[in-house]
């Protein structure tokens, strides 16, 4: 575990009702205490090598994801897209360009991204530079359209994703209820089975200090907005009801009791994780809504979401150490598959 992970134990705040939540959407702080969840702040890498763990991999698939993550390095780096001026929205500089005329061969020596990083592109320097020159859009628009600009980054690394309005609710029994869920966004594995690799949840921008509803500084606590609650301070505010999505896909996973997710935030994105041992969920599943308290469940049988610190994909070093978790999922994913079917 990194120096710098958070071991957040949950305090409810203002929001107590027992009110049984028919969808995720509207999971709170109350919820998730029932359900007895423990969340703590993990290495990205360390959340998919030594938690989520799909496939164990050998020197020269890591070999294989270090070619890869040289060929798709990009020497464009920005804060934020708000801070470039209109003028340069379609500007060669600005682009997420090829840093020579032979990376283009690079990327197409590169099994794992060769049939679609190229053609998606193009598409994320389009929606680049559309967010750019609509400065006029509203929070809606914009929130779709930064959504839309990660789907494209997910496509460009060979993901499957579903969103809207190709989304199906879906829906699981959370203490004898029946809950459902429609996130923003699925990945699913590129087979017949469609099982949910990870689902995404964008968010709007967290409120920063001084806001409504800031949290504080001293103390961790949870903190409520009209729209969504977050957990921990601005720099790693977690939306419950993403949580509460990986609970319902969690049957779909790959490996049953364990999850990806990615909350977005403009271009800024974390890598979630949820694991819940199959012990753990069956009590889940058929304990009656109205217990008194939180479930009580053996030592170590508690859910587990673990969250990565957020990573700008507009900063060069940060979408490197980005661009490496996704090869790394998808590298498990393939070889995964590659050993089902021999």
Same mark, same amino acid.
């Given at each position: 575990?990194? %120096? +710098?992970?958070? /071991? !957040?134990?949950?305090?409810?705040?203002?929001?107590?009702?027992?009110? &049984?939540?028919?969808?995720?959407?509207?999971? +709170?702080?109350? &919820?998730?205490? %029932? !359900?007895?969840?423990?969340?703590?702040?993990?290495?990205? &890498?360390e959340i998919i090598i030594n938690h989520w763990r799909l496939f164990t991999l050998f020197e020269e698939d890591y070999l294989e994801i270090e070619s890869c993550l040289k060929a798709c390095d990009f020497e *464009? @780096?920005?804060?934020c897209l708000e801070d470039i001026s209109v003028e340069k929205a379609f500007a060669p500089e600005f682009q997420w360009k090829l840093r020579s005329q032979s990376q283009e061969n690079e990327i197409l020596r590169e099994p794992l991204v060769s049939k679609w990083f190229l053609g998606k592109l193009t598409e994320i320097n389009r929606c680049l530079s559309s967010i750019i020159?609509? #400065?006029?859009?509203?929070? #809606?628009?914009? %929130? !779709?359209?930064?959504l839309v600009l990660f789907e494209k980054v997910l496509q460009a690394f060979g993901f499957m994703t579903l969103g809207e309005p190709f989304i199906v609710t879906r829906k699981a029994q959370i203490l004898g209820r029946t809950m459902t869920s429609k996130p923003d966004i699925i990945?699913?594995?590129?087979?017949?089975?469609? $099982? #949910?690799?990870?689902?995404? $949840?964008?968010? %709007?921008?967290?409120?920063?200090?001084? @806001?409504d509803f800031a949290p504080p500084k001293k103390k961790l606590r949870v903190t409520c907005?009209? /729209?969504e609650e977050i957990i921990g301070n601005c720099d790693q505010g977690i939306p419950l009801q993403h949580i509460g999505d990986l609970f319902v896909h969690l049957d779909n996973s790959p490996i049953s009791d364990r999850i990806l997710g990615f909350i977005i935030e403009k #271009?800024?994105?974390?890598? *979630? &994780? !949820?694991?819940?041992?199959?012990?753990?969920?069956?009590r889940i599943r058929n304990t009656p809504v109205n217990i008194a308290g939180s479930l009580i469940l053996n030592d170590g049988e508690y859910p587990q979401f673990h969250y990565s610190r957020r990573y700008n994909f507009l900063n060069r070093q940060d979408r490197k150490d980005l661009f490496k978790a996704l090869l790394l999922v998808k590298i498990m994913l393939v070889r995964r598959q590659a050993a089902r079917k021999r």
């Open positions: 575990m990194s %120096k +710098n992970s958070v /071991d !957040l134990t949950f305090v409810c705040g203002s929001s107590q009702s027992s009110e &049984f939540p028919k969808s995720t959407s509207d999971w +709170n702080s109350h &919820f998730i205490d %029932k !359900l007895g969840v423990r969340c703590k702040q993990c290495d990205i &890498f *464009t @780096d920005y804060g020159s609509q #400065t006029k859009s509203d929070e #809606t628009e914009q %929130k !779709l359209k930064y990945c699913c594995q590129d087979d017949w089975e469609q $099982q #949910t690799v990870c689902v995404c $949840q964008a968010i %709007k921008s967290v409120p920063k200090e001084g @806001d907005s009209p /729209d #271009t800024w994105v974390q890598l *979630t &994780f !949820l694991k819940v041992y199959p012990t753990a969920m069956k």
